[in-house]
């Protein structure tokens, strides 16, 4: 039986060098990622082309890792189409970021939020709900947060005030809509659109 994550995370030959033009390949394929099983964690990077012509090249993926981070590819390869590729990229503006920077922003974002939501739960004792949405804005904005959308924020007054039920409903439609795109993403896959 195969490694299924292996058959997964295979990434096909980029286009150049399926027609044998192997000096125009960027060796740069994709950027994608997904949970690895054998890992149990989430991956993402630059999905390489795995053809031969690359093997000399410092970012070549060993073994049945065919991603690397986008700022390896970047910096390191040596393909011969990969300056090409890189000046498209400059070009269209694009940047790929770093996960691991992703990562770790998205958690000091939700320890900055967890803080604010503590801070104002602790001065809101008979205090109104505009001088609560007051108090969380601002403990929001001292922080360097984004004060959320309006049905959002009237939920965390909400459970400021010590109504746990539209946090609760918030929470319960957000992963409703999460099913709905995590169905339609496998029907996508499926129909090898």
């Not at 459970?159 to 946090?167: D, E, F, V």
Request: glycine share 12%.
């Amino acid at each position: 039986m195969g490694d299924r994550w292996a058959e997964f995370a295979q990434v096909g030959k980029s286009r150049a060098c399926g027609r044998g033009a192997h000096g125009d390949c960027a060796h740069f394929v994709t950027v994608g990622g997904g949970f690895n099983p054998r890992r149990l964690r989430l991956e993402f990077g630059a999905g390489l082309c795995p053809c031969t012509c690359h093997s000399s090249c410092p970012v070549a993926t060993m073994g049945k890792r065919l991603t690397v981070s986008p700022r390896a590819w970047r910096e390191s390869c040596t393909c011969p189409g990969a300056g090409q590729g890189r000046r498209r990229l400059d070009e269209a503006g694009v940047e790929f970021p770093e996960f691991g920077e992703i990562w770790d922003d998205a958690r000091r974002r939700s320890r900055a939020r967890k803080e604010a939501f503590e801070s104002a739960r602790a001065q809101a004792a008979g205090k109104s709900r505009d001088q609560i949405r007051g108090i969380y804005v601002a403990e929001l904005k001292a922080r360097g947060l984004e004060v959320p959308r309006a049905d959002l924020l009237d939920a965390a007054i909400a459970r400021i005030a010590g109504n746990p039920l539209p946090a609760a409903r918030v929470a319960v439609e957000g992963l409703a809509q999460m099913g709905k795109a995590l169905n339609e993403l496998s029907r996508l896959f499926r129909s090898g659109s």
